[in-house]
């Protein structure tokens, strides 16, 4: 299963709704939120509030909810309510460390909603326990530093994706910047299965075309 899921940090911000029901009629699988706090990483976008229209918007949408947030976890309720379904958050955010990252999981669960963990350019997938890896619903690899669309893509980071897969064959691994048509291919070739695009499907004429581009 290949999924395509578009960042709305490079759509409208002031036409969200038309923005986000547009872009899953053409084709888009999820939608990828990207949460900042202007503190873990050096910009400030959406919050709860926005999640919470989003989901009365397009209440059939897969809110793809990563949190590049200093204290994720003073953030679960909130989005929880909101109506998220993905909840990643950083292993950075949390010292790097498994094990609190395990706990962080268990209770995204046990709210009901999936539990991804993301992880920046520089943390290698050795890092990562195995029971972290037991633990996830999802794995986001991160093939820009996270902070901005538009940026250019990482490829020795999708790499990471062959390695998590030895670990756990079954693991759901999403990429995430600087994704295209020209880079997509590299990283579906690592095993990726779902592919955040920000930039190259938002800011084109023809956002259909992009996407049927990307499924290709
Ligand atoms: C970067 C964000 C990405 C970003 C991707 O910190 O996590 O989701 O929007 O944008 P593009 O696809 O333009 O690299
Ligand atoms: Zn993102």
Same mark, same amino acid.
């Given at each position: 299963?290949?999924?395509?899921?578009?960042?709305?940090?490079?759509?409208?911000?002031?036409?969200?709704?038309?923005?986000?029901?547009?872009?899953?009629?053409?084709?888009?699988?999820?939608?990828?939120?990207?949460?900042?706090?202007?503190?873990?990483?050096?910009?400030?976008?959406?919050?709860?509030?926005?999640?919470?229209?989003?989901?009365?918007?397009?209440?059939?949408?897969?809110?793809?909810?990563?949190?590049?947030?200093?204290?994720?976890?003073?953030?679960?309720?909130?989005?929880?309510?909101?109506?998220?379904?993905?909840?990643?958050?950083?292993?950075?955010?949390?010292?790097?460390? $498994? =094990? #609190? !990252?395990?706990? &962080?999981?268990?209770?995204?669960?046990? %709210?009901?909603?999936?539990?991804?963990?993301? @992880?920046?350019?520089?943390?290698?997938?050795?890092?990562?326990?195995?029971?972290?890896?037991?633990?996830?619903?999802?794995?986001?690899?991160?093939?820009?530093?996270?902070?901005?669309?538009?940026?250019?893509?990482?490829?020795?980071? $999708? =790499? #990471? !994706?062959?390695? &998590?897969?030895?670990?756990?064959?079954? %693991?759901?691994?999403?990429?995430?910047?600087? @994704?295209?048509?020209?880079?997509?291919?590299?990283?579906?070739?690592?095993?990726?299965?779902?592919?955040?695009?920000?930039?190259?499907?938002?800011?084109?004429?023809?956002?259909?075309?992009?996407?049927?581009?990307?499924?290709?």
């Amino acid at each position: 299963m290949k999924l395509i899921a578009p960042s709305i940090l490079s759509a409208d911000f002031s036409n969200l709704a038309t923005e986000c029901s547009q872009i899953i009629s053409m084709g888009a699988d999820w939608l990828h939120v990207d949460v900042m706090d202007g503190h873990f990483v050096p910009n400030l976008t959406i919050g709860p509030c926005v999640v919470e229209s989003l989901r009365k918007a397009v209440p059939k949408a897969y809110l793809d909810c990563h949190l590049m947030v200093t204290n994720p976890e003073q953030w679960l309720e909130p989005f929880h309510k909101a109506g998220a379904d993905m909840f990643t958050f950083h292993f950075e955010a949390l010292e790097s460390n $498994s =094990e #609190k !990252c395990v706990q &962080l999981c268990q209770k995204v669960k046990a %709210l009901g909603m999936k539990a991804g963990v993301s @992880i920046k350019p520089k943390t290698q997938v050795s890092e990562l326990s195995l029971e972290l890896l037991k633990a996830v619903d999802m794995l986001l690899i991160m093939t820009v530093e996270p902070g901005f669309g538009g940026q250019k893509y990482m490829p020795e980071c $999708s =790499e #990471k !994706c062959l390695a &998590l897969k030895k670990l756990r064959a079954d %693991l759901l691994v999403e990429v995430d910047g600087g @994704i295209s048509d020209k880079t997509i291919a590299h990283a579906s070739g690592c095993g990726i299965d779902v592919f955040v695009a920000g930039s190259y499907v938002f800011n084109a004429e023809d956002r259909a075309e992009r996407i049927r581009k990307l499924k290709e």
